[in-house]
């Protein structure tokens, strides 16, 4: 009693160890809200630093894990540290601490944290919280661990919401999308408004502005733009400048362009000398915007394709502290006034419109607490998983029917040759290149590994729902874990160990011998792989993040998860194996799998023995023995469940009259008595030949 | 009963702006149109638009646009607003980046200016406050405000005291202006070219001056009543009254707010006069110089306005 209570102490002060995140440098600080001139301590609940930008109040860095208790794919801790205006744009994102299994090799640091700093500039009260296939402004998932990149955004979405909510409990207003750039030429930005006009002939020039004898020729063809958006930025400016001239801008400053041809100039020459612009000015609302030389560059030409020639072309900087907003109506004033002499003071003024398209702007969000919980965007992040994946999930389901049709009726399938022939090959080539390849349906030691950490600390379904597939695939293995054995799912759902053996049955097509390794030593061998499990089970102990680099010794990530996209060393290890396994059929599975080890374990505990055997067996019979593919028949005659893979090849031969040496002792009896009875004989030769024991 | 203060401004106007949309515009015949009416304040004083049109939300959207586009002028020119553009100007005697309606209006201002020999002047605001804090003072005086005061602040009047330069404008030390007398009739020529951008033909828009374009719905001109009575014509054109009487310091003395800027004295000559230009602006600042010119002196500076004419005289 009390050295249990010990362990759990221990356990728990483990797991509180874990839980306790550095604070945060002044560099993190910089990177996640580079526009902050002062920032707060972290206080309140949920805890976050409140930041401000030129004395007022611009949004909050926060840590996920302090603020939601941000766990990954086991429940394993992440942390991520962000920035997030008042408005709900992240700011800057850095990962601070993570130990998401498939991510600690592979894949790089530096992916990993391109990954989330590609959070940055993300708005968190767009509906939808997490994508795994990207969009939404979200970077693209890591390839090879989108569930991960899952997690991190829902976990960055989670508690930046959760700090909003508490703080801002206001209504947001529209904002500007994020969308990434998209090429567009000219005459599709000017089709869906993104690029807008105001066309003056000087017949709209009353006197005395208008010069006598004007006919009714071009007076201005003014063009305006927003040029924050990359799709309109990025194709007037062309990506590189666009890129460079926002990258030195904060978030909250914009940018637009201004571009015409005709007879008057709307630059004029007084913002040489006086720095401001005197015949143009921006309109939003009630605020006027003056234009000024600081905030100007002259531009060449326009990028876009089919783009025309101007006479003038500018962008202006509108800085945040002009107040604009570049998801409401603005208009451009343009002044037509003539010389500042006295008869002729004369002022005309004409604007023109600017209304950014709806397909740029993200809708205003009602007060927080109201919306967020009702729509699906709130949903836990498996529900949404699970509903994003549903497709996959109705493969697996199809593909596992299958299987326990075949377990059921085993009995009577493995009577048609086809189906040992053929039926079991086409079965494992859909398990390796839709299940394994493409639905990423490969388990892992370490899921073993973390589900025995979870049930030691704080268990939460959560945790392992996040990831359909790999939770109904080790739902399914549980239970025919306790009905037939570890075998229903090393014989037939590890893609790795389809791939083992389709291309072990095509080496011995192409005569590749194979190796018999004398019993004794084989025997001997099947130790290496339960070693191989209790050592990283005792690492696990020690840190989850080392078992999982002492996992590499699995090359399902390499083959699998990854497809051999990988470093070198990782896909020499993998094809040394497939090597091997070409001499020795599943040479990994029968010595080193860790998770075949971990499976065989609890195998003992099965209820159902539906592989049947004869007294014979082992005795007067060594056939089953000899040609089982993974030598898992001892030569006494019982099957070992901790080796058997339940591939059916044994039972085929139990019900093979030409194959099974009672059974043909049987049918030749009854051939004998036939002929007997008839008084012939039948004839022609057998349809089997007929083996000797030792083959 | 006149005020006792002579800020906030007293004299009491009624902003009104009755629109009709063009025929294209409108849902069905003009007995379909109903009435859309705001109240409010602008520029200081009680302000009136009236729209008509089928649809409501048109009408809405037009009165909201301008409310709007009148709260940005304000924020130029109030002089009843410290954050206003003028108000810092006066303050700080020097403005870089005026908004560029302060720019061409003051330069329009110190125009006319010389087109009236100084009868209409933006820079006769010391006045005002020099009359202003007299009779806050002195609310029973009926003499004014002593003649050296009066010489000594007439020294910060003129154009020659403001000097614009691409979109600078600076002022002479002491030199205040107030835009009271021409900024009514630019903020109403500035709504009417708004909402005629936004597809309105038939329009009236009284914002303190008139300005009418097209017609009224029944076909004719639309038909302005002056004050005594008499009833004048407007069609595309404008139309601004000035009236001494109507703003008084105290109800003692008969000092009123449109001051001679070339005696530091205030006009005398008529009561009321109302004139019509091509645009409010110019109608409003002539309405005020032709208040203080005398008679002898209109026409020839009527000249200079092509179109302008005056309606009435008491």
């Known amino acids: 009693m009390t050295f249990l209570r010990t362990i759990r102490i221990v356990a728990a002060a483990i797991l509180v160890a874990g839980f306790i995140v550095p604070p945060a440098s002044a560099d993190d600080l910089a990177e996640v809200f580079p526009d902050a001139d002062k920032i707060g301590t972290f206080t309140g609940n949920p805890p976050a630093a409140t930041v401000f930008t030129n004395g007022t109040k611009a949004g909050y860095i926060l840590s996920t894990a302090d603020v939601i208790g941000s766990t990954g794919y086991g429940g394993e801790i992440i942390d991520v540290l962000i920035g997030v205006s008042t408005k709900g744009d992240i700011t800057g994102a850095v990962l601070r601490r993570h130990n998401e299994p498939i991510l600690v090799i592979g894949i790089s640091d530096q992916d990993l944290q391109k990954f989330v700093g590609g959070l940055k500039g993300f708005n968190v009260l767009t509906p939808a919280t997490a994508d795994i296939k990207g969009g939404n402004g979200m970077p693209d998932a890591i390839a090879g661990a989108t569930i991960s990149s899952a997690v991190i955004q829902d976990a960055v979405v989670r508690a930046a919401r959760a700090v909003l909510r508490a703080r801002a409990p206001v209504a947001t207003g529209p904002t500007l999308r994020h969308d990434p750039y998209k090429k567009s030429d000219w005459g599709n930005l000017v089709a869906v408004d993104a690029v807008q006009n105001l066309r003056l002939t000087f017949t709209d020039i009353t006197p005395p502005l208008r010069p006598e004898g004007a006919g009714d020729s071009l007076y201005i063809d003014l063009y305006a733009a927003l040029l924050t958006p990359p799709r309109i930025g990025g194709n007037l400016l062309g990506t590189r400048d666009h890129q460079q001239v926002f990258s030195s801008l904060g978030a909250g400053d914009n940018a637009i362009m201004v571009a015409a041809n005709g007879y008057y100039s709307f630059k004029g020459r007084a913002y040489r000398k006086t720095g401001n612009f005197e015949r143009i000015q921006i309109v939003q609302g009630s605020k006027t915007i003056p234009l000024g030389r600081a905030d100007y560059v002259n531009v060449e030409r326009l990028k876009a394709d089919g783009a025309p020639e101007f006479r003038e072309i500018a962008r ?277 799998c860790p998770l075949g080890a971990a499976l065989a374990i609890p195998a003992r505990l099965r209820m159902f023995n539906w592989l049947r055997r004869r007294h014979q067996c082992g005795s007067e019979c060594q056939i089953c023995s000899e040609r089982c593919t993974v030598q898992a028949i001892h030569p006494t005659g019982e099957i070992n469940p901790n080796e058997c893979i339940y591939c059916l090849e044994c039972q085929t031969y139990y019900v093979d009259d030409h194959i099974c040496p009672p059974l043909v002792a049987r049918r030749k009896k009854r051939e004998r008595r036939l002929a007997l009875a008839s008084g012939q004989d039948i004839g022609g030769q057998p349809d089997s030949p007929e083996r000797p024991n030792n083959a | ?250 109800a003692a003395a008969p000092h009123h707010h449109l001051f001679d800027p070339r005696t530091g004295l205030c006009a005398s000559g008529c009561s009321t006069l109302s004139i019509v230009a091509s645009n409010a602006a110019d109608a409003d600042a002539l309405s005020t110089a032709l208040f203080i010119a005398p008679p002898s002196e209109h026409q020839r500076i009527l000249s200079f306005f092509p179109g302008a004419h005056r309606v009435s005289i008491g």
């Open chain 1, 316 to 592: 202006f900087v509108l800085p945040r502290e002009t107040g604009f907003d570049p998801v409401l109506p603005w208009r451009l004033d343009l002044f037509v006034s003539a010389r500042d002499d006295a008869a002729s003071s004369a002022t005309q003024v004409f604007s023109l419109d600017y209304v950014l398209p709806d397909a740029f702007i993200v809708p205003a969000t009602q007060a927080l607490p109201d919306t967020i919980g009702e729509g699906r965007s709130e949903a836990p992040l498996w529900q949404q998983t699970w509903e994003q994946r549903r497709y996959r999930i109705a493969g697996l389901l199809a593909l596992l029917t299958i299987l326990t049709g075949i377990l059921v009726f085993q009995d009577q399938l493995v009577r048609y040759r086809r189906f040992r022939d053929t039926g079991r090959l086409a079965f494992l080539a859909v398990v390796l290149v839709w299940l394994g390849w493409h639905a990423g349906g490969q388990l892992s030691v370490l899921q073993v590994l973390t589900f025995a950490h979870a049930l030691l600390g704080e268990f939460r379904w959560e945790h392992f729902l996040v990831d359909p597939m790999i939770f109904i695939l080790w739902g399914y293995v549980a239970v025919t874990l306790l009905f037939w054995g570890r075998g229903v799912y090393c014989g037939w759902l590890c893609p790795f160990g389809a791939l083992q053996e389709l291309m072990n049955a095509a080496a011995r097509r192409l005569g590749v011998p194979q190796l018999k390794l004398p019993f004794a030593v084989h025997e001997r061998l099947w130790a290496i792989k339960y070693i191989i499990f209790l050592g990283l089970f005792a690492a696990s102990l020690h840190t989850i993040r080392e078992a999982t680099l002492l996992a590499e010794v699995e090359p399902f990530k390499t083959a699998i998860t990854m497809t051999f996209i990988r470093n070198w060393p990782f896909v020499l290890y993998v094809v040394a194996l497939l090597g091997a396994g070409l001499f020795i059929e599943r040479f990994f599975c029968r010595y080193l």
């Open chain 2, 1 to 250: 009963m006149p005020d006792q203060s002579p800020t906030p401004i007293t004299r009491r106007r009624v902003l009104t702006i009755l629109a009709g949309a063009s025929a294209a515009l409108m849902a069905g015949p003009a007995q379909s149109a109903r009435l859309h009416e705001w109240r409010g304040t602008a520029l200081g004083a009680e302000a009136r638009i009236v729209l008509a049109h089928a649809d409501r939300t048109v009408a809405g959207q037009t009165l909201a646009l301008i409310r709007t586009e009148i709260e940005r002028l304000e924020s130029i020119f109030s002089l009843y607003r410290a954050d206003s553009a003028v108000s810092m100007l006066n303050r700080t005697g020097r403005l870089r980046a005026a908004p560029l309606e302060l720019v061409h209006l003051t330069r329009r201002a110190l125009a006319i200016t010389r087109l009236t020999d100084g009868a209409f002047d933006v820079t006769v605001q010391p006045l005002w406050d020099l009359y202003g804090g007299h009779f806050r003072k002195h609310p029973s005086d009926t003499v004014g405000p002593p003649e050296a005061a009066i010489v000594a602040t007439r020294k910060l009047i003129g154009p020659d005291m403001v000097r614009v330069s691409g979109t600078g404008i600076q002022l002479a030390p002491g030199t205040q202006l107030t835009f009271n007398g021409i900024a009514q009739g630019y903020i109403t020529d500035r709504i009417t070219a708004l909402i005629r951008a936004h597809g309105w033909h038939d329009v009236l828009i009284n914002i303190g001056e008139y300005r009418a374009l097209g017609t009224h719905p029944d076909g004719r001109p639309w038909k302005i009543g002056l004050p005594g009575g008499v009833k004048t014509l407007l069609s595309d054109a404008a139309l601004a009254t000035s009236e001494g009487t109507a703003t008084r310091f105290t």
